[in-house]
């Protein structure tokens, strides 16, 4: 059983670009979420799909937004990006909604 | 503002002590509270979880406390070891199925 895989690790983009960040989710799990988690925070939620439908999200703008495809990997995508978009990005999987969820390695974003 | 608060951002313990985390919530709502590890470069690890019908849940060194009238919750880690170095998280489920965690408690522990 393979857990939840992050790409890339590491990103570094200017101000103004796009960026797509992407997850496969563990084995047998259908729902997934994304978090930013900012220097000396704890993870801050973005948005969680449910197959492949989005099923809450948190308090980000419209130009962070996302996919979840028919095998339950994910996407992150964030357009205009700014400096305060800089962070650590994670991905989490579950079986369910409101189950244990299991976190990737992350990717970390720079954004100069 | 913060809906769930760790409030020391770093802990020093000596090995074979007991480590003792705590977490305060505002929202005596929540109902299903969880204790993520961190390593630098990893993401979160689940460690241990509890609802809100239990005051304790134990799985091996790890115990979590729960004392709802308080709105508190304590991990304790016993006895503590090298490995247990790390970055601790304490979150709870939220309406949307959302995790909300607080900043975290980076724990030392000492040869």
């Known amino acids: 059983e393979t857990g939840v895989t992050q790409s890339p690790t590491h990103l570094i983009k200017t101000r103004g670009q796009q960026v797509t960040l992407r997850c496969s989710s563990q084995?047998?799990?259908?729902?997934v979420s994304w978090y930013q988690q900012a220097l000396g925070q704890g993870p801050q939620f973005i948005f969680q799909y449910y197959r492949e439908e989005e099923n809450g999200r948190g308090n980000f703008p419209p130009r962070f937004s996302g996919l979840q495809f028919p095998n339950y990997s994910s996407e992150l995508n964030v357009n205009a990006l700014e400096l305060d978009d800089s962070a650590l990005y994670l991905c989490?999987?579950?079986?369910?909604?409101?189950?244990?969820?299991?976190f990737g390695q992350g990717t970390r974003l720079t954004v100069v | 503002d913060q809906q769930v608060k760790q409030n020391s951002p770093s802990l020093s313990v000596q090995e074979g002590r007991i480590s003792i985390l705590n977490c305060d919530y505002t929202n005596s709502m929540f109902d299903y509270f969880l204790w993520y590890k961190k390593y630098p470069a990893e993401g979160p690890t689940f460690l241990i979880s509890?609802?809100?019908?239990?005051d304790k849940n134990e799985d091996g060194r790890f115990t979590v406390f729960l004392n709802k009238s308080a709105k508190h919750l304590s991990l304790h880690i016993v006895p503590s070891q090298p490995g247990d170095s790390a970055v601790y998280f304490c979150?709870?489920?939220?309406?949307?199925?959302?995790?909300?965690f607080g900043k975290g408690t980076r724990l030392h522990i000492l040869p």
């Open positions: 084995s047998g799990h259908n729902t």
């Open positions: 509890i609802s809100s019908i239990k």
């Open positions: 979150a709870v489920y939220h309406r949307d199925d959302k995790i909300i």
């Open positions: 989490a999987s579950s079986r369910s909604v409101n189950t244990e969820a299991f």
